[in-house]
């Protein structure tokens, strides 16, 4: 959280917005511009930008350099990343189509705002999981370069013209960037799934299962998970419960805090799914690695019910 405190005084100002507006009162009169456009219409798409900024841009743009979730409202990196998408799209809708600020021919709060986060998003958001990026994006192909992928065509020309016709801004940008370069060499990312730790094991059946490439017999879905039932069944009732993005869980072996909430998840509709199948008594199996019998490299749950079973397990 960005924080001012002035020599000569001692108290502390903070959040960007409190800050930007004790400095336009402090400095009222001085040259300079004023961040207050001329036109009502401009003054007032300043004000939403800004409040879309610290209401639903900030909140989750921890999804860029947090290690585990919460992510703003979302329990996954993937979703929080797509959300963050999703606004930058409200960002587009509301920026001036003719610019080359934000709201028009002046410079206003919400360039100031919003400029120092687009640096650090356009920065981070290369980084993560090409597929994270694609699925959000329109691009069918996975678009590795942020501002293209993520920036429509308003937020593009306000970009192209902030970072290379202002010099403020420019110089802000430098600054910025230099900041999370010496971050990244000290391997600030490397815990980050996607950004450092990239899912790049080979993709399995169960993804074609997930794109209903091949059929299976679904017996439950929602957001996070699925289920279908064993092709080879072990027991009367046998379902495997699978997340539907894998995340780097080839298998539970590699979880990390920051799959808290799948695991979870998952653990909530495996009882959700007995239930369903009319099971008192189940047994939930995850297999982790060949020698324990793991087959498929994507996380998932067998759950096993409709006899009895042995203790110890084979
Ligand atoms: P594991 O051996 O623990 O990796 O479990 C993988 C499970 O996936 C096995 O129980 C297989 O029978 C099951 N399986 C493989 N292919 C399919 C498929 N196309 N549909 C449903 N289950 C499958």
Redesign the pocket.
Known sequence: MPMLVEDENDKAVWESDAICRHILDRYAGSPGPTFWPSSASARTASEVLCRLHDAYIGPIQGCLYKPMPPFGRFGTRSEAIRELIAQLGVAESLADPEGPFLTGPDISLADATLFPTMVFITHMLPKFDETIVAKAGSADSAPRDAAAGALGPRLLAWWAHMTSADPEAMRIKSEIVGGLEAWEARDRWAPLLGAGTRDEAERT?FDK?IARE?P?EMVYEDDVCLA?R???PVAPTHI?IIPKEREGLAGLGAATAEHAATLGHMMVAAATVAKQEGLEDFRLVT?NGASA????FHL?L?LLGGRDFTWPPG
Request: proline share 0%; hydrophobic share 45%.
């Open positions: 059946l299962i091949i299976s279908f064993d092709i080879n495997l297999n019998c793991q087959s498929v998932h067998h």
